[in-house]
């Protein structure tokens, strides 16, 4: 009797060279039919690249690969979409001022004589999001909508295609604990239908819950491939970093001292809507603590980071940092004052994508006496000074401090800036989702510089959307909901289901005036 192959796709022995690094090392990977195929590893530890040279984004130096058992050659997208291979990637290809429907058919256009055949268009997707649960406003424009919403606007931009291998880049990255159980339904769905997914990421728990095999990267080389339920989060760990890694956060009790922030009455205008997207708040950051607002994504976080950072205008209230009061600072000001940033979103606001890593190093400082003279920049210094960052925290690129940061992986380009703002000694750390994208190697690190900080008698202000780091890394925690405080939590006392109650808005308490 003949045997069928079991693999849907075969890449065997795949090479990809960059200047000065070697991203994928003689990798061999198989993808079986109907399977949920996990790839993890460090930050730039290769995952994206081997997954791009699937894509058709990137040609391979050396390797074949083979789908349902025959050799194909894919030099495009175009190439990988006519085999049915569809990829969400980590930073989201949509065009913002497109309807979501006009994105998801874009390039896949039905025509008639010229005339697109939109209302046949708009029946098909429709019927595709409500098969998969997905729910999206076919109308609304991508730069109105949530990131949630766009990450189903891509998923269903693949299913659109007719795709059978569906590769998910870091697709949890930037979603809610609720979006992401969502999308883990999802897969387990477009799984079951048959569908083939490749799955990238460096969340050990979500690995877990919902992967059949696992197939671990380090240093561009392949350390091997598990089955899953034969596993433990403790062993994937090792095998990725390559020693034990600390899962738990360890510090000791806090010593709170002074109040360095001192938030009153702050109210930050929405830009969606005629009300506030951020209303009298009031609390206080003390030297010695690390205070966490929580919430589900969109519930006005990230306007009270712009209105306390300066990247928007706050409508009332007032901030002090140090004893001063900087509401109308500028960023510069508010900088100088005492207040480094990790920000949220690192392209638009934490990096100069087309500079070089040692020039993203010094943004904040390149006037300084020791960067400067007369006016005229040391370059030298500059590249002493990013060299020592680039070794402290591990920051890899191809070319070391002169890199493009562009080129660099999502979690390379974290701890660039991490690095950046850590090591400015500054009274106050602002860390917004600072282990975004990070790998558990990373986000151990991350987590014990944020520490050392509060340590050191700094004040910490982190906003996060992920429970586990929340209930951590905390000595106490805020929640925001609709834009307010509703709730001061004690992470030694509280519960992940209490944290959720307050998260969604079920319960709040009535907060005195600090």
Known sequence: MEQTNPYVIEMLNITKEFPGIKANDDIT??????????????????????????????????????????????????????????????????IDVFTVLDNIILGAEDTRCGFLMKKKAREKVMALSKQYGLIIDPDAKVEDITVGMQQRTEILKMLYRDNEILIFDEPTAVLTPQEINE???????????????????????????????????????????????????????????????????????AKPGEAVLEVRNMSVPSKLHKRNAVSNVSFDVRSGEIVCIAGIDGNGQSEFVEGLTGLEKCSGGTISLCGHNIIRSSIRERSKRGMSHIPEDRHKHGLILDFTLEQNMVLQRYYEPRFQKGGFINFEAIRTYANHLIEQYDVRSGQGSVTRVRSMSGGNQQKAIVARELDREMPLVVAVQPTRGLDVGAIEYIHSQLVKQRDAGKAVLLVSLELDEVMNLSDRILVMYEGEIVGELDPKTTTVEELGLYMAGAKRQERRAE
């Open 29 to 94: 990977l198989r993808l079986r039919k109907g399977e949920i195929h996990a790839l993890l590893g460090e930050n730039g530890a290769g995952k994206s690249t081997l997954m791009s040279v699937l894509f058709g984004l990137y040609q391979p130096e050396q390797g074949r690969i083979l789908k349902d058992g025959v050799e194909v050659k894919i030099n495009n997208p175009n190439d990988a979409t006519a085999l049915n291979i569809g990829m969400v990637h980590q930073h989201f290809k949509l």
């Open 183 to 253: 999308l883990m339904e999802i897969m387990r769905n477009l799984a079951a239908e048959g569908k083939s997914i490749l799955f990238i990421s460096h969340k050990l728990n979500e690995i877990i819950a919902v992967s059949d095999r696992v197939t671990v990267l380090r240093k561009g080389k392949c350390v091997g491939t598990v089955n899953t339920c034969d596993t433990t989060k403790e062993e994937l760990s090792s095998m990725m970093v390559g020693r034990p890694v600390q899962l738990v956060v360890e510090k000791d009790e």
